[in-house]
């Protein structure tokens, strides 16, 4: 799933690739029919139970979307529309020692995990297409001009694993479990993106649970909001 991941990734920046070399110069900035999307973001997780306890910092999402600009003709070309395609990879990271683990009736819970736990998390990785509304207040001026938006993702899950690094016999190991953990194949999301030429805030609501209906930690239907950093290439 590595090699996947990095084909994609090498896809989309040899589409942005391309897509440059190929666009025409306007006031000596690239007329680029796209925008080539990094964004770093922190998780949280709503209406969890106690246990799925996680780090602020270790529980993040890094996005890397392609997006093709669509100017809408209206109030001087200062709306467009942006579908797009790319890849997030989220993280949460376990307090405590704690891991996921199946109880004796099948059921999804937090457990110790009995070793010198340097490090737990669940990783799930997803194939998102973002489709969103952009407002520029000078789409002539895109490098410093205001600019926010909002959007809809729908996503569909490519790999979820749990991975442990430990120490044993004064060695570091580690172990990964890969495996659907019963998480949904499928999610879907609202955004809003907020800022100044590149850069800008955002923050991202699942609609869908993370896990399945019921099927969540100890039953729980857990959602998530992500906020963070967006870096907008061109």
Do not use: C
Request: without cysteine.
């Amino acid at each position: 799933m590595k090699k996947s991941l990095l084909s994609g990734l090498f896809a989309l920046l040899t589409l942005a690739a391309f897509a440059q070399n190929n666009a025409k110069s306007s006031k000596g900035r690239p007329n680029i029919p796209g925008t080539f999307l990094v964004e770093i973001g922190i998780n949280r997780a709503l209406n969890a139970s106690d246990t799925f306890n996680i780090g602020l910092w270790g529980s993040r999402s890094l996005n890397l979307y392609y997006q093709h600009d669509i100017k809408i003709p209206i109030l001087k070309g200062k709306f467009s529309f942006h579908p797009g395609i790319g890849f997030s990879m989220e993280r949460y990271k376990f307090r405590d020692g704690l891991g996921l683990a199946y109880d004796a009736d099948g059921d999804l819970q937090m457990q110790r995990l009995g070793l010198a736990v340097m490090k737990s998390q669940l990783v799930a990785n997803y194939l998102d297409a973002p489709i969103e509304l952009r407002f520029s207040a000078n789409p002539d001026d895109p490098s410093r001009t205001f600019k926010t938006a909002i959007g809809f993702r729908p996503g569909v899950r490519i790999s979820s694993f749990t991975k442990v690094k430990y120490e044993e016999d004064g060695e570091t190991r580690q172990l990964k479990n890969k495996q659907g953990w019963n998480l949904n194949d499928f999610r879907y999301g609202v955004y809003a993106r907020m800022g100044v030429g590149n850069i800008s805030l955002f923050g991202y609501y699942n609609l869908t649970t993370n896990f399945k209906k019921g099927e969540g930690i100890q039953g729980k239907d857990i959602n998530t909001l992500t906020v963070g950093l967006s870096l907008g290439g061109f």
